[in-house]
């Protein structure tokens, strides 16, 4: 089955096992290739107070996470949740 990307925009995204993860605000893609390369869960616009490199870092999904698009988005696990609770712990630089 195919999907034209506009119908993956607002697509809920689980895990495999239930969790939800966001739905898709924005899609990257790599136009030499043709292909996804990752899913967004916050649009990708450049607005005063808006940190797009934290976006791409901290709320992106890669796209080799994604097991099955149907009518929702199955990942393998919640690649956010990693990414949040590896930042949490770790010292922090004071100035």
Not at 20 to 46: C, R
Not at 61 to 77: A, L, R
């Amino acid at each position: 089955m195919s999907k034209r990307l506009s119908q993956i925009y607002g697509m809920d995204i689980f895990t495999e096992k239930a969790e939800y993860v966001g739905k898709v605000a924005d899609i990257i893609l790599n136009i030499e290739n043709g292909e996804i390369m990752q899913l967004s869960l916050k649009k990708l616009t450049s607005k005063e107070g808006m940190d797009i490199r934290r976006i791409l870092q901290e709320e992106t999904i890669p796209y080799d996470e994604v097991m099955k698009v149907g009518d929702i988005i199955i990942c393998k696990k919640n690649p956010l949740r990693e990414r949040r609770s590896r930042g949490r712990g770790a010292p922090r630089a004071t100035a």
